[in-house]
Structure formats: structure tokens, C-alpha cells
């Protein structure tokens, strides 16, 4: 094959430079939604494309530059491409060995209902009973699912609770970050996506529990000890 007849095919192709950029833009906006780590999405990205311009190179080896393909063409070899990365990541074991270790302690929480906002909103990631939905056994879905528990169990993982465990819950809650918008993205999770009232309730509830401290309280106190410290220079 003649790669500078190839390289000119590609620079001259409008469609196949738009419908490449549609990939990538697809590709990173889908990652970002789910909350796919984004070195994954990119290699993703990349093997389809890769897999798309191998696939059109081959179809039309001999005839690069006398017929490039239409938009119609280029668009179904990189669906195909899709596929194929989607049907080979299923290979990939990682994310579908579900585990929900044993319950070794909880806080005391303040009301029932407060266990139960919380439950609602953020048990999905951050204890020990994860109710793992039938999309976490598929890839790349799985990856990510696998992730935001992992790391939402080392931040806090309200089955294995101990002193000071919980210490920027109220304030995830109250500037939104808990739980995240991807959580509760297309209808998931609705008990999740819970009312302004609700918040308020569980905030009040939350203030009423044992390990429960916010944020400001801690951060004043580090004033004081540093502003302490410098007198004392």
C-alpha cells in the first residue's frame, strides 16, 4: 500500500476527518458521564479509530485516492469498530467480581429516617451493601462502577464506620457532590436524587449523629493551632 497516497486520502476526506471527530467526541463525552477514568476512555477511543481506519484501509487499498468512501461508509465501519472493541473488552475480567463484605459497624445514627435518606443517597458506593445493578457486569460500564465503589469505600465506608469516618459528609451533601451527578444521570437511582427538603432533613439528621462533624469547625481549629504556633515563634 502507498502510505502517502493514504496520508493524502485522509487529510482530503471531509468526512472521514468529520466523523473521526465525532468519535472522539462521543467517545470522551460517554466516559465523562459514566465517570470513566479518562486514560481508559482515551485508549478506547483510540483502538476504535484505530480498528475503523485499519478496517476502511483495507476495504479500499486500491482505491485511495480514486473513490474515497462517502460519509454512509465511514460512518458504518467505525460502528463496526464500536462493536468490536466492545465485543473484545468483554474479555476483560476486572469489575465483575463483586464482593459486599461483612457489616462491622454502622454509626449511631440520630433517627431511622436518617439511615434511611442515607441509604437512599449514598450506600450505593460508600458501604458494604451495594446492591450491584445487571449493567455491572458489563464492560466498560463495569470498570466504572467497580471504581466509584472502591473509592467511595475508601473514603468512607459507612458499614465499617469508625471515629471521624464521616467527618465531610454534611458538606458533600450540601454543595452536591454526594451523590454524583452521574449516580442518578437518565432516571438511575432515583431514590438517590433526593428533594431539597430531604437534604435538609437528613443535613439536621446528620448533625444529630455521633461522627457527623462538619468541616468548619475542624478547619478553625487548624487556624487556632496554626496562629498559635506563630506567636510562638
Known sequence: MDFSSVSRFVSANRWLTAISSVVVAVGFLGGLLVGLNPVITGVLVVAVLAIGFASLAWRSRRVWSERPPGAGLVMGHFVVAAVVAFAVI??????????????????????????????????GCHSNEVEWPWYSNIAPLSWAITDHVNEGRDEVNYSEFGSGDGDDTIEEILDGSMPPSYYTMFGLHP???????????????????????????????DEEDEEDEEDDD
Do not use: K
Request: proline residues 9%.
Open 90 to 123: 468483554q474479555a476483560v475480567p476486572y469489575g465483575r467480581a463483586h464482593s459486599n463484605p461483612p457489616v462491622s459497624g454502622e454509626p449511631a445514627w440520630a433517627t431511622p429516617r436518617v439511615r434511611e435518606l442515607m441509604v437512599n443517597a449514598c450506600f
Open 191 to 221: 431514590e438517590a436524587n433526593l428533594s431539597e427538603a430531604e437534604i435538609a432533613e437528613l443535613v439536621a439528621g446528620l448533625r444529630a449523629t455521633p461522627g457527623m462533624e462538619e468541616g468548619d469547625d475542624e478547619d478553625e481549629e
